[in-house]
T-cell receptor, first 115, second 112 residues
Framework: DAMVIQNPRYQVTQFGKPVTLSCSQT?????MYWYQQKSSQAPKLLFH???????NEADTPDNFQSRRPNTSFCFLDIRSPGLGDAAMYLC??????????????FGPGTRLTVT | GENVEQHPSTLSVQEGDSAVIKCTYS??????FPWYKQELGKGPQLIID?????GEKKDQRIAVTLNKTAKHFSLHITETQPEDSAVYFC???????????FGTGTRLTIIP
């Protein structure tokens, strides 16, 4: 059974048209991450939620926002997509807070195309 | 901050032979080292990990070794099969920090 679910798997949007990507998890993990991955590159962390606390990476553009309404769901909003935002967006989760590092699990990703 | 270097960037191996991918990290406070396999169009899949209190871990054909003194860790795949063809990423995590720092990836191709 899928543990980290991303919808949609493929998303096409127009230049400048807001888009929302969603992620849900059945693991009850308290940390959720959003990564951007471009072709032949490593995943690049955009931000993450530790419980309800939002942690933005210093180089994440303001164009990217996130919401986490509850433990299971997290959304990535791109307010005005540019051509350079075309990429695979990956959601990941982990369980933290017990003093030892735990595994981070990724979803299947959403491939975003900007036309 | 942590920096992870990964080599080689591409690796071709004859089916049945072994493959080794190496990573080095910079922060001696790193204590967790996962390896991910990513197939085309899919999300990274955790295949094995090691914590800093262990020097080696094995899971069937896959093993990871860690040398804390030299600050490097390696992925070993034995008896390679065509389905092992993928991009492999190493990562490191500093203790007390929930973020991973990834290596640049290795594209492994198994030649039938």
């Amino acid at each position: 059974d899928a543990m980290v679910i991303q919808n949609p798997r493929y998303q096409v949007t127009q230049f400048g048209k807001p888009v929302t990507l969603s992620c849900s998890q059945t693991l009850n993990h308290n940390v959720m991450y959003w990564y951007q991955q471009k072709s032949s590159q490593a995943p690049k962390l955009l931000f993450h939620y530790y419980d309800k606390d939002f942690n933005n990476e210093a180089d994440t553009p303001d164009n990217f926002q996130s919401r986490r309404p509850n433990t299971s769901f997290c959304f990535l909003d791109i307010r005005s997509p540019g051509l350079g935002d075309a990429a695979m967006y990956l959601c990941a989760t982990s369980r933290e807070g017990l003093g030892v590092p735990y595994e981070q699990y990724f979803g299947p990703g959403t491939r975003l195309t900007v036309t | 901050g942590e920096n992870v270097e990964q080599h080689p960037s591409t690796l071709s191996v004859q089916e049945g032979d072994s493959a080794v991918i190496k990573c080095t990290y910079s922060d001696s406070a790193s204590n967790y080292f996962p390896w991910y396999k990513q197939e085309l169009g899919k999300g990274p899949q955790l295949i094995i990990d090691i914590r800093s209190n262990v020097g080696e871990k094995k899971d069937q054909r896959i093993a990871v070794t860690l040398n804390k003194t030299a600050k490097h860790f390696s992925l070993h795949i034995t008896e390679t099969q065509p389905e092992d063809s993928a991009v492999y990423f190493c990562a490191a995590r500093v203790g007390g920090n929930e973020k991973l720092t990834f290596g640049t990836g290795t594209r492994l191709t198994i030649i039938p």
